[in-house]
């Protein structure tokens, strides 16, 4: 190791590390080459350089904004108490 460098420890499960190696592997990089790429890239964006998504695959602001959305609706929605009603409305 250079002077120059310093060392970065992570703890991971052993499933993860057996699954992120298998991965590489197929890839090309190796573990440390890959933490070193991610490391430079939160430098040059500025950010986590990630594609963050919820189990419904929308990035967090975007499920928040379609809860917002779904709530707003759910407000300002015209109830009905029976078929006929709906159908009325529908022009059916």
């Known amino acids: 190791m250079k002077a120059s460098e310093s060392t970065i420890q ?5 499933k993860t590390k057996r699954e992120v190696r298998k991965t590489l592997d197929e ?38 904004a379609l809860i917002a959305d779904a709530e707003e609706a759910k407000k300002s929605a015209k109830g009905y108490t029976n078929l006929d009603e709906l159908f009325s409305d529908l022009d059916i």
Do not use: C, W, Y
């Open 10 to 14: 992570i703890r991971v499960d052993a």
């Open 27 to 64: 890839l090309g990089p190796d573990m440390s080459s890959t933490v070193k790429l991610f490391l430079h890239n939160v430098i040059a964006t500025q950010s986590i350089p990630l594609d963050l998504k919820t189990v419904n695959g929308f990035t967090l602001a975007q499920e928040k």
